[in-house]
């Protein structure tokens, strides 16, 4: 029925695109380890020890959204911080895993849309210790998780200024 609509449409869309009257579809390039390394040289990110509230959390975003994220960031607002789940393998590694016993850790993507109450999950997200590392992924984790406010269940939350009372060694929230 709306085939010939369909067609007169993308006729349409193709000439705009010809004239340079729309853009196509543009795809951005990953981020390369030469931005990543930017980021860490102009404190934006940082290894877990830091003392910069701010840096760590967006650090720590950066890898949630790098190994658990979905396109759009759909699924970042419905997170809980009891979602991330540490796991020892029986060599001594750790490594973060989705809880799949969380309501919401079985996200839903274009292909798989069955919603949070579905066990079938096709993605197998882990985020690995890279041991000796200053920058490991799962220590900034680890550091970022133990400084959250434990009355609140977002793991995103509003970081604390950087003062001279803030101390991450003796400072929990």
């Known amino acids: 029925?709306?085939?010939?609509?369909?067609?007169?449409?993308?006729?349409?869309?193709?000439?705009?695109?010809?004239?340079?009257?729309?853009?196509?579809?543009?795809?951005?390039?990953?981020?390369?380890?030469?931005?990543?390394?930017?980021?860490?040289?102009?404190g934006e990110l940082a290894e877990a020890?830091?003392?910069?509230?701010?840096?760590?959390?967006?650090?720590?975003?950066?890898?949630?959204?790098?190994?658990?994220?979905?396109?759009?960031?759909?699924?970042q607002a419905a997170m809980k911080k009891s979602i991330f789940r540490l796991v020892t393998t029986a060599d001594g590694a750790e490594y973060f895993e989705l809880n799949r016993n969380e309501p919401g850790a079985v996200l839903t993507t274009k292909n798989h849309q069955r919603g949070i109450d579905s066990i079938e999950d096709h993605s197998n997200g882990k985020i690995f210790a890279v041991p000796g590392s200053s920058r490991c992924p799962v220590e900034v984790l680890k550091a970022y998780l133990f400084h959250l406010n434990p009355d609140l269940e977002s793991p995103f939350q509003r970081p604390k200024a950087i003062t001279a009372k803030f101390n991450p060694d003796a400072c929990k929230v």
């Not at 709306?2 to 990953?30: Q, W």
């Not at 981020?31 to 980021?39: A, D, G, Y």
């Not at 975003?61 to 658990?68: E, G, V």
């Open 1 to 42: 029925m709306f085939s010939h609509t369909n067609k007169t449409l993308n006729a349409y869309l193709k000439h705009l695109s010809s004239t340079g009257d729309i853009a196509g579809s543009v795809r951005k390039e990953p981020l390369s380890t030469e931005v990543i390394q930017k980021l860490y040289k102009k």
């Open 49 to 75: 020890s830091t003392r910069d509230p701010r840096a760590l959390m967006q650090t720590a975003w950066l890898f949630i959204s790098l190994y658990f994220g979905k396109r759009g960031r759909e699924n």
